[in-house]
């Protein structure tokens, strides 16, 4: 398990997730940084989430660490910003107005019954064959699901029926340090 983030680790991952969507709209590339720090060059799963108003506007990690945490935050940052298919690309009229937040994950674990699920402590990840859906510990809580919703919604996130789990779909739990700008009331880069 590696060892949770400090608050100025937290605080700076999130200027970093905010200076590298900046310098993307102003260059079309990813910004140059590197470490020195331990920490940030452990390989860490994570997610970067855009709030504006209170509402997504983007979110795009990833679950199993294959890149230093820091690189993670970079391209997780560019990718929840411009290319999720979900929304339209960020504006740079629009970068005042969001909030980021970040979950860095612990590593997934198999769940043999759906029950060991803990809402507000676990995320989830539903898989049958190429279908798979994430969804964050954090949102359950936001939307005030109950065990039964929660797994339903990361079936149906899966493009699976909402009943898959009971049809061969398996299930894998993870924990998140979540932090976000907001959180720390962050000054917001122009």
């Known amino acids: 398990m590696n060892e949770e983030l400090s608050k100025d680790q937290q605080k700076f991952l999130l200027k970093l997730a905010r200076e590298t969507i900046k310098h993307y709209l102003e260059t079309g590339e990813h ?18 989430t855009i709030k504006k108003d209170g ?24 990718m929840a910003a411009f290319k999720d298919p979900r929304f339209p690309p960020i504006q740079k009229k629009e970068l005042p107005a969001v909030d980021i937040e970040i979950s ?16 507000g402590k676990h995320g989830i990840i539903v898989s049958r064959g ?15 699901w109950d065990l039964g919703t929660y797994l339903k919604h990361g079936c149906l996130k899966a493009g699976l029926e909402e009943d ?13 340090q979540v932090f976000s700008e907001q959180h720390f009331n962050l000054p917001k880069i122009k």
């Open 31 to 48: 910004i140059p940084f590197k470490t020195d720090e331990n920490v940030l060059k452990e390989k860490r799963g994570a997610f970067v």
């Open 55 to 78: 509402q997504l506007r983007g979110c795009i990690g990833y679950p199993i660490p294959y890149l230093p945490l820091y690189k993670t935050i970079i391209e997780a940052s560019v």
């Open 104 to 119: 860095v994950l612990s590593l997934p674990q198999k769940v043999e019954d759906a029950s060991e699920v803990k809402v």
């Open 130 to 144: 190429a279908n798979s859906g994430l969804l964050l510990p954090q949102v359950p809580l936001e939307w005030e």
């Open 164 to 176: 898959a789990l009971n049809k061969g779909a398996e299930i894998k739990t993870f924990t998140a």
